[in-house]
């Protein structure tokens, strides 16, 4: 089957589709880690299912790390570790380790072209809007030099983009991989403005007019053109870096 099960008809289990609706919540709150979430019994009234299901739905999101459950105190928005930010990832995953680096961009590539994918069908109206905002944060950011602002509209185009998506693993899973990335500006790039930040504007704005114009493999080739660019920048920054002739 196609497009993950998610074809029009195709039959979705209810704590499923409650489990999305609970991050959607989550983030329509704008809960951050620690915060206090509502109860399964209002949680069961603002989504319209029963307890049984809100309850399946809640194992499945602390079982992802995103929900903490407490006997007797009720549920809390997790740490923010998450599923793949936890210590099994952290124990083998040095930013000293270049080897290790590489991997991360070939999985961040796979991630992006299917994210980018599914949410050329799937994006709502307001999560593409959620996507262009997010691409000329970006923009704004490159012109003014800001890395600051670049960054955070670089996080929010990804993440808006694997929102759209639809699925709640590969949200996961991009946000997850994103914090690993991070970890390797130790060891090579150091803001993106003075590197790839130009053609990454342009790359964004490529991505963005695909999942516009509902075009799902014009819009996972330009995710990967995009990822294959930023880590052929990397590979740059680090050879300039072993081969830069040490200061007098």
Same mark, same amino acid.
């Given at each position: 089957?196609?497009?993950?099960?998610?074809?029009?008809?195709?039959?979705?289990?209810?704590?499923?589709?409650?489990?999305?609706?609970?991050?959607?919540?989550? &983030?329509?709150?704008?809960?951050?880690?620690?915060? #206090?979430?509502?109860?399964?019994?209002d949680?069961?009234?603002?989504?319209g299912?029963?307890?049984?299901?809100?309850?399946?739905?809640?194992?499945?999101?602390?079982?992802?790390?995103r929900? @903490?459950?407490e #006997?007797?105190?009720?549920? +809390?928005?997790?740490d923010?570790?998450?599923?793949? !930010?936890?210590?099994r990832?952290?124990? +083998?995953f040095?930013?000293?380790?270049l080897?290790?680096?590489?991997?991360?961009?070939?999985?961040? #590539?796979t991630?992006?072209?299917?994210?980018?994918?599914? %949410?050329?069908?799937?994006?709502?109206?307001?999560q593409?809007? %959620?996507?262009?905002?997010?691409?000329?944060?970006?923009?704004?950011?490159?012109?003014?030099? @800001?890395?600051?602002? +670049?960054?955070? !509209?670089d996080?929010?185009?990804?993440?808006?983009?694997?929102?759209?998506?639809?699925?709640? +693993?590969?949200?996961i899973?991009?946000?997850?991989?994103?914090?690993?990335?991070?970890?390797?500006?130790?060891? !090579?790039?150091?803001? &993106?403005?003075?590197?790839?930040?130009?053609?990454?504007v342009?790359?964004?704005?490529?991505?963005?007019?695909a999942? @516009?114009?509902?075009?799902?493999e014009?819009?996972?080739?330009?995710?990967?053109?995009?990822?294959?660019?930023?880590?052929?920048?990397?590979?740059?920054?680090?050879?300039?870096?072993?081969?830069?002739?040490? %200061?007098?």
């Open positions: 089957m196609t497009d993950t099960g998610r074809a029009e008809g195709a039959y979705r289990p209810g704590y499923e589709v409650a489990a999305e609706q609970v991050l959607e919540l989550i &983030s329509r709150l704008q809960l951050r880690p620690g915060d #206090r979430m509502p109860t399964e019994h949680l069961a009234k603002q989504l299912a029963s307890r049984t299901v809100v309850r399946e739905a809640v194992k499945i999101l602390s079982a992802l790390g929900v @903490r459950a #006997r007797g105190r009720g549920l +809390f928005v997790a923010d570790e998450g599923m793949l !930010g936890s210590g990832w952290a124990s +083998f040095l930013p000293t380790d080897d290790h680096v590489y991997m991360l961009f070939e999985f961040r #590539r991630q992006e072209m299917e994210t980018s994918r599914l %949410a050329a069908g799937r994006a709502t109206p307001a593409l809007k %959620a996507i262009e905002e997010a691409a000329a944060t970006c923009r704004r950011g490159l012109d003014a030099g @800001r890395e600051d602002l +670049f960054t955070r !509209g996080d929010a185009f990804h993440t808006s983009i694997a929102a759209a998506s639809h699925n709640m +693993f590969l949200e899973a991009v946000r997850e991989a994103r914090r690993l990335q991070a970890q390797s500006s130790l060891i !090579g790039l150091r803001g &993106s403005i003075g590197g790839h930040g130009a053609k990454a342009e790359e964004h704005d490529a991505i963005f007019q999942i @516009r114009d509902a075009d799902p014009r819009a996972a080739q330009a995710a990967a053109v995009h990822i294959d660019n930023s880590l052929n920048d990397y590979r740059r920054e680090i050879q300039q870096l072993i081969f830069r002739p040490d %200061a007098d």
